[in-house]
């Protein structure tokens, strides 16, 4: 009785212990996706780089990068890029201009999100500088160049995955650092339009 | 019906249901099309697979029912009857996975694009922009019920429906303003969430003229049924001459996303 | 080595308390089986009244009942939430799997007995927490997925996701901790010469049940924790904002998702199994391949989770895993519908209630089983995702075949846990009643799906309305059938006829069948020597 007891016991604590195994992975999911995103690609997750490799030079092949952007509500800023796109060779460093302007009364900082369309080109996108890497902070009014300094991975017309693509688009989202304007904690969302929508 | 059933492209593209409708809308689109041709292999082997249990089922039944068969027998082993069992449905399997991934990534890559439409989704409605014709935007909302026209689909008709260019590769981008949306177009075979801070591609394209409609696909909060689709698909030159129309109607001077409504458009006052 | 009973904490064999200590105190597993299913039954009422609610809007185009859209999500979200945590999982686990996972096994009790009755109490908590969520500043109007952005604190505002969240929680911990007490009750207290390979399908079912349980509701409480912190203490593990995903928490809730969906239906292959080889008067055919079938489902059903994501965005390629990972799964399970079959194929079988109810399962399992092959289909999920189809394909596996599984448990053991027998006639006019209501309630969905019509929405365009009428006459038919069914609890109760310890014959060969009619409240005190016997299949 005594020794059913005891066995019991331990197969329980091995339960246990797998159990808060798995809340453990759960946890761990947040770093591990962000590391398996930043080595593969994945969701279009860029890269960071210095500058291509030396030994590679600029090749004929060119590939349409677009831009695209977006403000998140909370932001009262207006975020356009100035170019729509720019054709580039692989491995040739190319510089792109984004605007920002801070249409309200106050000085408020914002961070940008990004990814690059199709995901699958992620991997073979890669910034050697961006305004996205570091929180923006704009004065009541002020508007702002922001570059992003990036080249594409020759590799991308290599891969039999990516080799048919003929347009990636490099997308951000601009949003407010909570606290950054003396506001506490992320709004409610603006009021948005609104239409009735039963008859 | 049956005529209907098997045809992967109608001579009437309605582009949305009709009443009592049990089967896909005609396909408007290559990726469609070849969803309906896919699928038609895959419901072959489901009746077939529904037939043989429910034949197997009714014939235990009354070939061995306590009645009919008094003395039950003590098989509880096959090899053979087992390997079979096993190694058919795994054939079927891969007869199944073989178009299936054919279809899979026949959806997922497409020829040079000609154009560009991004897609964002909000609570509740839709806002399309067309960045590479100047950018100009505008928004999509549904039409009450009381203040549909005649002949205006409930639920399906909103003030600025979306123009494309039929027979056009297009490239689509979806983003979200704020909670996860889906943009659905079931005649073209599109399904695509919009998430926040991140965007994502596929593309379309459309093969004729004409209206198609869909609706939201993804829980967005109270008004998730009400925020509908309706692509107005018209020839090349139409679609040029609207976009001069359109940049002058919804471009804002300092590019805010600002509720434009919608002048005329092409057929845009009609169904 | 037939030893007195080695359950944790037992002592006198002459008396058991009563009143109301017997229940809330209860360590006895008939008892704390038996609150169960009195728990999953009165669930099953309200979230019954939430789907007929449901129903009733859509049975027409228009908006006839609700003016507030919100509650029609809450409705939704509680209606799932219900069924699937408060109606099936009680029912099949905590009602049939603490009943009689002991006795066929050979076991005084459960390894952990005043464990048992924390699980009971923490699913009541759980229930009444899901319950006062739904009221509470708006309710959840999530769906049972809960998706953030609409779950942070932006989009619900106040408590009620924070309370639902809670609910799991319990819920959770619930499960963890009864799936403990199976697994170390299986592997250790099973009576001398009892080895796994020779113990009863049902008892394979609730191990395996038990191992998904244990390792997926960790992960969703590991997510639940981070979207309560989201919403609460300023964290992003899904805020894009803050450098966060929303998909983030698409994986790691279906990573438990998937796995539930099995959770829900494996305890059910087990009763079938039982059934099926009782009325059929044969044991199970190929029993080994059921074990390692269900052990197989169970295993693979942790590595497709992604295809309740195919229109997330994810990359080609692993789509691509994800659809062949999930066309595995159709192998083991044709390989139990096969089984069954041929267990039959030679019977003689007794068409009594609870093997009307198995061969429904069987072909109904089926019918549902085909359409989540189809879906599999990442190129047809394109067309099917959110809609209908869905809707329809899920309903057949759990609302059809698992609650036909239910219903064959509860006439296949009433007689042994209450001493009563189910009146015989009515059973079959539920059997039909039920059949037909479901059926007239889902097949129709198919229709509505693939014709386009989404998910979670109150109001449809006119073209959906057709079926949509007929599928909400199938509700009223199928309410009708659940009526009947609480009269036969009640009449069995009340005045079913004396239940043999036996009554089901020679193809009764498991051990809850060689103790008194009803079960008495200790039972296996003095272990039963096993060694050398026939399989106890």
């Not at chain 1, 920002?100 to 910034?127: C, E, L, M, Q, W």
């Not at chain 2, 689109?29 to 089922?57: D, K, Q, T």
């Not at chain 2, 079927?92 to 020829?111: G, H, N, Q, W």
């Not at chain 3, 009755?117 to 923490?122: A, D, E, Q």
């Amino acid at each position: 009785m005594a020794n059913t007891r005891r066995k019991n016991r331990i197969v329980a604590a091995l339960l246990f212990t797998v159990a808060g195994g798995m809340v453990g992975m759960a946890f761990a999911a947040v770093p591990l996706y962000q590391w398996f995103c930043q080595i593969t690609g994945f969701a279009g997750t860029t890269n960071v780089a210095r500058a291509p490799a030396a030994a590679v030079r600029p090749s004929t092949k060119t590939i349409t990068v677009r831009f695209d952007a977006n403000v998140d509500r909370d932001l009262p800023w207006r975020f356009q890029p100035e170019q729509s796109e720019i054709t580039v060779h692989a491995s040739e460093p190319t510089l792109a201009f984004y605007k920002a302007a801070n249409g309200s009364d106050r000085a408020i900082t914002g961070t940008a999100t990004f990814n690059v369309s199709p995901h699958k080109a992620g991997v073979y996108f890669s910034k050697i500088d961006c305004f996205c890497f570091t929180e923006q902070r704009l004065a009541a009014g002020e508007e702002a160049e922001m570059t992003v300094q990036f080249f594409v991975d020759p590799g991308i017309f290599e891969d039999p995955n990516t080799k048919e693509l003929t347009a990636i688009t490099l997308s951000y989202t601009f949003f407010r650092v909570p606290g950054s304007d003396g506001k506490n904690a992320v709004q409610s969302a603006a009021p948005r339009p609104r239409r009735p929508i039963k008859g | 019906m049956l005529g209907v059933l098997f045809t992967t492209g109608g001579a009437l593209a309605s582009g949305r249901a009709e009443p009592w409708q049990m089967w896909f809308q005609p396909a408007a689109s290559p990726v469609m099309e070849r969803i309906l041709e896919f699928h038609n292999i895959i419901f072959v082997i489901e009746v077939g697979i529904v037939a043989l249990v429910l034949g197997l089922l009714c014939y235990v039944v009354i070939r061995f029912n306590a009645k009919a068969n008094p003395v039950p027998s003590t098989t509880t082993h096959n090899t053979l009857l087992e390997v079979i069992w096993t190694g058919i449905p795994m054939l079927i399997l891969i007869v199944i996975a073989v178009p299936s991934l054919k279809l899979l990534y026949y959806a997922d890559r497409f020829e040079k694009a000609e154009m560009t439409l991004k897609i964002t989704g909000n609570q509740w409605y839709w806002t399309y922009t067309y960045p590479d014709r100047g950018g100009f935007k505008f928004d999509s909302f549904l039409v009450p019920d009381n203040e549909l026209k005649k002949g205006q689909p409930r639920l399906l008709t909103v003030d600025n429906p979306v123009i494309l260019p039929a027979g056009t590769n297009i490239r689509l981008l979806f983003t979200s303003a704020d909670v996860i949306h889906d943009w659905a177009i079931p005649s073209l075979g599109l399904k695509l969430d919009a998430v926040q801070g991140r965007i994502n591609e596929s593309w379309v394209h459309i093969n004729a003229e004409g209206d198609y409609y869909g609706m939201c696909s993804e829980l967005c909060g109270v008004n998730h049924g009400f925020m509908p689709i309706h692509i107005k698909a018209v020839s090349k030159d139409a679609f040029a001459a609207w976009v001069e129309k359109a940049k002058k109607n919804f471009a804002a001077a300092d590019g805010d996303a600002r509720v434009r409504r919608a002048e005329a458009g092409p057929g845009a006052a009609a169904r | 080595m037939a030893d007195h009973a080695a359950a944790d904490g037992d002592h006198g064999h002459d008396h058991h308390p009563t009143g109301w200590r017997r229940w809330v105190y209860s360590t006895n597993h008939k008892d704390i089986g038996t609150m169960y299913m009195v728990l999953s039954m009165f669930a099953a009422l309200v979230g019954g009244s939430m789907s007929m609610l449901i129903r009733l809007e859509l049975m027409n185009p228009g908006i006839q009942y609700f003016a507030d859209f919100q509650f029609y999500n809450v409705l939704v979200t509680g209606h799932g939430f219900i069924m699937v945590f408060f109606v099936v999982m009680p029912a099949l686990i905590g009602g049939f799997g603490n009943w009689f996972v002991p006795l066929m096994i050979g076991a005084p009790d459960m390894a952990f007995p005043r464990m048992n009755n924390v699980s009971f109490w923490l699913v009541a908590a759980a229930f009444v927490m899901l319950m006062v969520s739904a009221f509470t500043q708006g309710g959840p109007g999530t769906g049972w997925t809960v998706y953030p952005p609409l779950s942070n604190a932006t989009y619900h505002p106040g408590a009620a996701v924070d309370i639902g969240i809670l609910s799991l929680h319990l819920a959770g911990v619930s499960s963890i901790l009864g799936a403990i007490n199976f697994i170390v009750t299986i592997f250790n207290m099973r009576a001398p010469g009892l080895t796994v390979h020779r113990m009863p399908l049902f008892c394979w079912s609730i191990l395996v049940t038990s191992f998904l349980l244990l390792l997926a509701i960790p992960v969703l409480a590991g997510g639940l924790t981070m979207l309560l912190t989201d919403r609460n203490f300023g964290t992003t593990f899904f805020e894009a904002s803050g450098g966060g995903d929303p998909v983030l928490w698409q994986h790691l809730f279906w990573f438990f998702g998937h796995p539930e969906v099995y959770i829900i239906i494996i305890p059910a292959f087990g009763i079938i199994s039982q059934v099926v080889s009782t009325f059929a008067r044969k044991p199970i055919f190929g029993y080994l391949g059921m074990a390692y079938a269900m052990v197989f489902i169970g295993f693979v059903g942790f590595v497709v989770w992604a295809h309740h994501m195919y229109t997330a965005g994810l990359d080609a390629d692993t789509r691509a895993y994800f659809v062949a990972a999930t066309l595995v799964i159709a192998v083991p399970t044709g390989i139990k519908i096969f089984s069954w079959l041929a267990t039959m194929w030679g019977g003689s079988i007794d068409f009594h209630a609870p093997m009307m109810f198995a061969c429904g399962f069987i072909f109904l399992f089926v019918v549902g089983g085909v359409t989540g092959v189809a879906l599999a289909n990442s190129g047809l999920d394109l067309a099917w995702h959110d809609t209908y189809f869905v809707v329809a394909h899920f309903h057949y596996v759990m609302a059809i075949a698992a609650v036909f599984g239910m219903f064959a448990g509860f006439y296949y053991w009433i007689g042994k846990m209450s001493g009563r027998m189910y009146p015989s006639v009515l059973a079959k006019i539920h059997f039909w009643a039920f059949f037909v209501g479901v059926n007239l309630v889902f097949f129709p969905q198919h229709f509505l799906g693939i014709a386009g019509m989404p998910r979670r929405i109150p109001d449809y365009p006119d073209a959906y309305a057709g079926w949509n009428y007929v599928s909400s006459v199938g509700t009223f038919i199928t309410s009708a059938s659940a009526l009947l069914f609480f009269f036969i609890v009640w009449r069995t109760l009340t005045a079913g006829s004396k239940a043999e310890d036996n009554p089901w014959g020679e193809g009764a060969k498991t051990l809850e069948w060689s103790v008194p009619s009803p079960a008495p409240f200790h039972t296996h005190e003095d272990l039963p020597d096993l060694t050398g016997k026939q399989p106890a299949e």
